[in-house]
């Protein structure tokens, strides 16, 4: 059964910054690109991190220079760096694969930006 579990959320204030942790199980960690996405309220899901089995990365525009994704194979885990944080980055941010498969959303973590 795969679990992808995310965690690290929190309030924090404008400018301040987070880093997400995802712990992956059930899956071949390592042979899989993973991806970090977010759903603001009222808004579609999208993804705004992903990094390659090779450890390539891209980023959504409104992300990039502020955010970094990176893995730990070792560990199962890939992470989310989140620098200079805005009001519009609040959402849940949740873990997948890439592609993504529908049955592996984990419960997400939540990420506030409010002064």
């Known amino acids: 059964q795969v679990q992808l579990v995310e965690s690290g959320g929190g309030l924090v204030q404008p400018g301040g910054s987070l880093r997400l942790s995802c712990a992956a199980s059930?899956?071949?960690?390592?042979?899989?690109?993973m991806g970090w996405y977010r759903q603001a309220p009222g808004k579609e899901r999208e993804l705004v991190a992903h990094?390659?089995?090779?450890?390539?990365?891209n980023y959504a525009d409104s992300v990039k220079g502020r955010f970094t994704i990176s893995r730990d194979n070792a560990k199962n885990t890939v992470y989310l760096q989140m620098n200079s944080l805005k009001p519009e980055d609040t959402a849940v941010y949740y873990c997948?694969?890439?592609?993504?498969?529908?049955?592996?959303w984990g419960q997400g973590t939540q990420v506030t930006v409010s002064s």
């Open positions: 059930g899956i071949i960690f390592s042979f899989n690109a």
């Open positions: 990094i390659t089995r090779g450890s390539s990365t």
């Open positions: 997948n694969v890439l592609p993504i498969v529908r049955n592996y």
